[in-house]
């Protein structure tokens, strides 16, 4: 049966594999259980966080200098045109009431053009 193992590359490879993995596995665990990388990825994190703050503090103060809008100046923007939005959607709401009402509360269609041609008369027979 060792013959049949050796003699099979992909069965070989997938073994070789396997063992890989579980070796990764386990030194990875061991790492990821200590105090000392819990406190190296914090750290790393922390830095980033803090590198983040002072990149977007200086792409504010850039964009003030060349008096664009920054980030949250468009946010703001947004913010503001949707509740105009919202606004303008009760006023229509509120207008569609009201003419509604007006009109006895009965749906009209649109009048078109008068029809101002009449049918050819009959012949008489």
């Known amino acids: 049966m060792s013959k049949d193992k050796a003699s099979n590359p992909t069965q070989v490879f997938e073994e070789w594999v396997t063992n890989w993995e579980r070796a990764v596995n386990s030194f990875s665990n061991k790492l990821m259980e200590t105090d000392d990388f819990s406190k190296?990825?914090?750290?790393?994190?922390?830095?980033q966080l803090q590198m983040q703050k002072v990149f977007a503090e200086m792409m504010a103060k850039q964009l003030a200098n060349l008096n664009m809008p920054s980030r949250s100046d468009m946010l703001d923007v947004?913010?503001?045109?949707?509740?105009?939005?919202?606004?303008?959607?009760?006023?229509?709401?509120?207008?569609?009431?009201?003419?509604?009402?007006m009109d006895g509360g009965a749906k009209t269609k649109p009048k078109g053009p008068a029809r101002t041609k009449k049918a050819p008369p009959e012949p008489k027979k």
């Open 40 to 47: 190296a990825v914090n750290s790393v994190q922390n830095t």
């Open 78 to 101: 947004v913010e503001a045109m949707h509740a105009l939005e919202n606004r303008f959607e009760k006023m229509e709401m509120q207008l569609k009431k009201i003419s509604g009402a």
